[in-house]
């Protein structure tokens, strides 16, 4: 279904069977649920009231508000030993008018989530977002601060929505002696967990500006163990050529 602007809301149908769960045990389970754009960048899930336990929710003061939604009226959460505080949310007398029957819930308050039967990490996956893993044999260099860094001609690309292209490279085209493994990880719902390393070059240490997927998720598998470098940090040269530096929320 193509997306609507109900009230400035972007809600669509969603195809996927989602569930979620807390303390063990399944809160809600639908085939039915509702992608609702509370921010720009991923859906959240919203389920149908009738496909919730709300036998497991119990009703707080605690109320958020939004200009487009409407007050959310918050709920505790009871699975199993556990208890989540105002985890699940409604907006009974949204301007939306088909919100009103939906509840839904913070995704990091909750266990686990699932698409069919595929466990979802971060965030809810924007069906609009797509991931491209090709191999190539164009030469790529990275410099910092003067200091080649790598330079590989069995680079892989990684395409995704909304970001610039990713340059992976093998570590034995890597400078690994300037590389200084870090303490981070992130996650991505599209790649899984990163973890970081910061460089000593150029007269100074860089941190966090180099990551791998030791095991990406199947759909980006082809990045498993190759390290990247943020486009927006170093000197990047493709074929020859300089690239500019994009500016994003890494920039």
């Given at each position: 279904?193509?997306?609507?602007?109900?009230?400035?809301?972007?809600?669509?149908?969603?195809?996927?069977?989602?569930?979620?769960?807390?303390?063990?045990?399944?809160?809600?389970?639908?085939?039915?649920?509702?992608?609702?754009?509370?921010?720009?960048?991923?859906?959240?899930?919203?389920?149908?009231?009738?496909?919730?336990?709300?036998?497991?929710?119990?009703p707080s003061d605690h109320v958020t508000r939004s200009p487009s939604?409407?007050?959310?009226?918050?709920?505790?959460?009871?699975?199993?030993?556990?208890?989540?505080?105002?985890?699940?949310?409604?907006?009974?007398?949204?301007?939306?008018?088909?919100?009103?029957?939906?509840?839904?819930?913070?995704?990091?308050?909750?266990?686990?989530?699932?698409?069919?039967?595929?466990?979802?990490?971060?965030?809810?996956?924007?069906?609009?977002?797509r991931i491209d893993v090709l191999r190539s044999s164009r030469r790529?260099?990275?410099?910092?601060?003067?200091?080649?860094?790598?330079?590989?001609?069995?680079?892989?690309?990684?395409?995704?929505?909304?970001?610039?292209?990713?340059?992976?490279?093998?570590?034995?085209?890597?400078?690994?002696?300037?590389?200084?493994?870090?303490?981070?990880?992130?996650?991505?719902?599209?790649?899984?967990?990163?973890?970081?390393?910061?460089?000593?070059?150029?007269?100074?240490?860089?941190e966090d500006i180099v990551w791998s997927y030791r095991y990406p998720?199947?759909?980006?598998?082809?990045?498993?163990?190759?390290?990247?470098?943020?486009?927006?940090?170093?000197?990047?040269?493709?074929?020859?050529?300089?690239?500019?530096?994009?500016?994003?929320?890494?920039?």
């Amino acid at each position: 279904m193509a997306a609507d602007q109900r009230g400035h809301v972007r809600i669509e149908d969603g195809s996927k069977r989602i569930r979620t769960y807390l303390g063990g045990e399944l809160i809600a389970d639908t085939t039915r649920v509702k992608l609702v754009w509370e921010k720009p960048y991923y859906p959240t899930y919203y389920f149908p009231e009738a496909d919730v336990r709300t036998e497991l929710l119990e009703p707080s003061d605690h109320v958020t508000r939004s200009p487009s939604r409407g007050d959310a009226h918050h709920f505790a959460v009871k699975g199993g030993a556990r208890r989540a505080e105002h985890a699940a949310y409604r907006h009974p007398e949204s301007p939306v008018e088909e919100l009103r029957g939906l509840v839904a819930f913070r995704w990091e308050a909750m266990d686990h989530w699932f698409e069919e039967d595929e466990e979802v990490f971060v965030h809810a996956r924007d069906p609009y977002t797509r991931i491209d893993v090709l191999r190539s044999s164009r030469r790529v260099q990275v410099a910092i601060g003067g200091v080649t860094i790598a330079d590989s001609h069995s680079p892989t690309l990684l395409f995704e929505t909304g970001l610039p292209t990713r340059y992976y490279l093998p570590k034995t085209d890597v400078r690994l002696d300037l590389l200084t493994p870090t303490d981070t990880k992130t996650y991505c719902p599209y790649k899984g967990e990163a973890e970081y390393w910061s460089v000593d070059a150029g007269g100074g240490t860089h941190e966090d500006i180099v990551w791998s997927y030791r095991y990406p998720v199947h759909e980006s598998a082809g990045i498993a163990g190759l390290v990247c470098f943020y486009n927006e940090k170093v000197d990047l040269t493709v074929d020859g050529e300089p690239q500019e530096r994009p500016r994003t929320v890494f920039s």
